[in-house]
């Protein structure tokens, strides 16, 4: 086995050019597959991170009120059962965050734009003020009640500088027409796949233009120390609530019609309660499309593998036939002195082996040199990609399962393609192999 392999080795720098062309091209095919399974493995977390950061949370909790007209009502009225059951628990939380959002048109010198408004406790979220790229104004300016931070788009559209003041039409929790008075009080950069999807106030006034009562708001948010911990901490916590006969509706939502959040938030639609009903849901669930896009992308890796290693083969398989012509005194002296079928065929199938080691080899290393160099950029905050970066730079993750599985697919294809070659070449009959003028 040993010396099989050595001749193989010494064969392929026989042929170094040859060898170089074949190694080559394996290792373009795994340089391409490794940068696509790199980019799908940080992709769910990064867009989970930045999301986490805008949504201020890992796990979220609502509460619904059915009316006599049939209407959800969403708030929380007394959260304090809420925190009591939290505290029970040893969750690894960092910190509650509360906010109240809604859709409303903002109407400023003739033009409206829809926009969703973000309620916050700034003095409370000082971390989500780091997330934020300003191109105008300042933090401070939200000391003013109805002061409010859009993205550069929408200030754009509607011609706004910085201390103009707009009107906002908006519905109340319980779906009565409103109007309200916001002042600019800083512009964000427009952070591209998911920009002017919200602007930013502050909580108090955001409450008082839904009719909100005073401790009342929309979500309660969890924000956790590690995003690994999401699915086990809401599950503690929902054991918790329902310890405490809280009326909450189910985690197991019907999703046959409809993806798993849409089946979650449409729950309770037909049924009538009373009182509040709370929802738990989580960042997971909201992002779970998401994960079926990073599905997508290994799969699709996987085909390109396949269908470059299919091309990659063909050239494979002439090559060791051409090799076998070449070589076929070669063979036959070696049959003579004694090597069996099997060592000829092993020669060949170890030549083939090593250009796919040393090809795969390659292509891991140039993927890994172009993933540290792509990493070095800081491509912004403000970059339409950004919902995809950690903190301005692309990140790679490759997992061991996927190496290993495009380690298998090299070797398995590999061997196969050259596999007819050596058969043919283990099987010439030694006195007719030294009778051919190679």
């Known amino acids: 086995m040993i010396q099989e392999m050595k001749i193989a080795f010494r064969n392929l720098n026989r042929q170094k050019k040859r060898s170089f062309l074949l190694a080559g091209a394996i290792g373009f095919g795994i340089m391409i597959v490794t940068l696509i399974n790199g980019f799908s493995g940080a992709f769910i977390e990064n867009v989970s991170e930045n999301f986490s950061h805008l949504l201020a949370g890992h796990i979220f909790v609502e509460g619904v009120e059915k009316s006599d007209r049939g209407r959800n009502n969403y708030f929380i009225q007394n959260d304090q059962v809420l925190i009591e059951g939290i505290e029970s628990l040893d969750l690894p939380l960092r910190f509650l965050t509360k906010r109240s959002d809604f859709d409303?048109?903002?109407?400023?010198?003739?033009?409206?734009?829809?926009?969703?408004?973000?309620?916050?406790?700034?003095?409370?979220?000082?971390?989500?003020?780091?997330?934020?790229?300003?191109?105008?104004?300042?933090?401070?300016?939200?000391?003013?009640?109805?002061?409010?931070?859009?993205?550069?788009?929408?200030?754009?559209?509607?011609?706004?500088?910085?201390?103009?003041?707009?009107?906002?039409?908006?519905?109340?929790?319980?779906?009565?027409?409103?109007?309200?008075?916001?002042?600019?009080?800083a512009v964000i950069a427009d952070p591209g796949l998911i920009g002017s999807m919200s602007g930013y106030a502050n909580l108090d006034y955001v409450n008082e233009l839904l009719n909100l009562g005073p401790g009342e708001y929309k979500i309660l948010g969890l924000y956790l120390e590690n995003m690994s911990s999401i699915d086990d901490s809401v599950a503690s916590l929902y054991a918790a609530l329902e310890e405490r006969d809280i009326n909450l509706f189910p985690r197991d939502a019907d999703a046959e019609d409809a993806n798993y959040i849409e089946a979650l938030m449409n729950q309770g639609e037909e049924e009538t309660w009373e009182g509040l009903r709370y929802r738990l849901y989580t960042l997971n669930d909201i992002l779970s499309e998401v994960q079926d896009l990073v599905t997508v992308l290994n799969v699709a890796s996987l085909i390109i593998l396949l269908v470059l290693f299919i091309i990659i083969m063909v050239g494979i398989t002439n090559t060791f036939r051409m090799v076998m012509l070449e070589r076929v005194r070669e063979i036959g002296t070696i049959r003579a002195l004694g090597v069996q079928q099997a060592g000829v065929l092993w020669m060949f199938l170890y030549e083939a082996l090593f250009i796919g080691l040393l090809g795969f080899a390659a292509g891991l290393t140039l993927a890994g040199l172009i993933m540290a160099g792509l990493h070095t950029i800081n491509w912004g905050m403000d970059m339409p990609i950004f919902i995809l970066l950690k903190n301005g730079h692309m990140?790679?993750?490759?997992?061991?399962?996927?190496?290993?599985?495009?380690?298998?697919?090299?070797?398995?294809?590999?061997?196969?393609?050259?596999?007819?070659?050596?058969?043919?070449?283990?099987?010439?009959?030694?006195a007719h192999a030294l009778r051919i003028q190679g």
């Open 104 to 185: 409303g048109n903002l109407v400023y010198n003739g033009q409206t734009i829809r926009q969703t408004i973000v309620g916050a406790d700034w003095s409370q979220e000082n971390y989500f003020q780091d997330r934020m790229m300003l191109v105008d104004g300042s933090f401070a300016n939200m000391s003013d009640p109805q002061g409010l931070i859009l993205s550069q788009d929408i200030t754009e559209r509607l011609g706004l500088g910085i201390g103009d003041r707009m009107l906002v039409k908006l519905k109340t929790y319980t779906g009565q027409q409103n109007l309200g008075e916001f002042v600019l009080a």
């Open 395 to 430: 990140t790679f993750r490759l997992f061991a399962w996927q190496l290993f599985m495009n380690l298998a697919i090299v070797a398995g294809l590999t061997l196969f393609a050259a596999y007819g070659p050596a058969r043919k070449a283990a099987a010439l009959e030694p």
